[in-house]
């Protein structure tokens, strides 16, 4: 690791290893920092990606790193604990440089920042369900949707969205179960829809989920009688996100969008369309800024960035170089006789 790049990118998932693809490729020095701590680590397969579909998580960033460091780029295994913007005196629109510190003590400085670190998911404290995330126990029907299809699939209410899941979950299967789980829902306009689809609504709390012998989910159990089990192979599950970004206190809170009443989210970065956040020089891209976002767009994402970053540092350095020009020409005008 160089003491200073011209971009450094925290996080080394598909936006971030996106993005330091193309500013390698525009000849731009680029650090990545991966903290090791990906989103989809549990599932088995990529899917939506062209050329790329059922591809294996572990692969698609292999490969990702792999070509950064083809063009030059450095990748560094580590967690990043702070970020440290331009300091009071070089006024309000100073752009960079930023020292981004480590877990382990080093530190680096970067004239432009890629915040690609990702969210985590926090699931219902429910005994055995995190162990079968991603798996068994899914949140995203075009990931997973085909995958789960003709099962008996569940939709553990968690959100508000969890009624329209179910309606969706429709197109892949005929048999699809709607848990209520701890909340009033659905209300009587959500029941006749769900009701002339065919979906069935389980009323109870869901208190454990059962496995077969080969370790998949076969049944949840309900309060209040421990010995029946609702069948059910695949349980859909909406998530708790929260952004991987409590290290960048520059970004004040006009940058962070706090839980709205149709998405479950405790917070998340804001970005403009290319992903340019209100402090200058620091960009956000994937699901740290949009959790919705699936594998290829989350590369999508990086890669708009980085065209966007490149294109505001050529504008930095050719005003430089027309300053330098400037000052020259002043020099020698003076220091002629």
């Known amino acids: 690791m160089e003491s200073s790049y011209d971009v450094v990118v925290v996080g080394g998932g598909p936006a971030g ?187 109870g709390e869901v208190t454990g989920v059962v496995t077969g012998a080969d370790g998949r989910l076969t049944g949840v159990r309900l309060a209040g009688d421990a010995m029946h089990v609702e069948p059910c192979e695949a349980l859909v599950v909406t998530p708790i996100i929260v952004a991987r970004a409590e290290f960048l206190d520059v970004l004040g809170p006009e940058a962070r969008t706090e839980a709205h009443d149709d998405e479950p989210l405790a917070w998340r970065l804001i970005g403009a369309g290319d992903g340019a956040t209100d402090v200058p020089g620091i960009w956000v891209a994937g699901n740290v800024a949009q959790v919705e976002a699936q594998v290829v767009t989350s590369a999508a994402m990086g890669l708009r960035a980085a065209v966007a970053i490149n294109a505001d540092l050529v504008r930095e350095d050719t005003d430089r170089a027309v300053a330098a020009q400037r000052s020259g020409g002043e020099q020698g005008h003076r220091a002629r006789p």
């Open 17 to 203: 290893l996106s993005g330091a693809v193309a500013l390698a490729r525009a000849r731009r020095s680029v650090l990545v920092l991966d903290a090791g701590a990906p989103r989809n680590t549990a599932a088995e397969h990529v899917h939506g990606y062209l050329g790329l579909e059922g591809i294996a998580p572990s692969e698609l960033l292999a490969r990702g790193r792999a070509e950064v460091t083809r063009y030059g780029g450095d990748l560094v295994d580590g967690e990043v604990t702070d970020v440290v913007g331009p300091g009071p005196s070089s006024g309000p629109e100073a752009t960079g440089p930023f020292t981004v510190r480590l877990a382990d003590g080093r530190n680096v400085e970067a004239r432009r920042l890629l915040i690609a670190s990702g969210t985590r998911d926090g699931l219902p404290e429910i005994p055995g369900l995190a162990a079968l995330w991603g798996r068994d126990v899914l949140h995203c029907p075009y990931c997973h949707g085909w995958e789960a299809r003709d099962k008996k699939i569940g939709v553990l209410v968690t959100a508000p969205t969890s009624v329209d899941e179910a309606l969706l979950l429709r197109q892949w299967s005929d048999d699809v179960t709607l848990y209520t789980h701890d909340t009033p829902l659905p209300d009587d306009a959500q029941r006749a829809r769900l009701q002339a689809r065919g979906v069935r609504i389980v009323e």
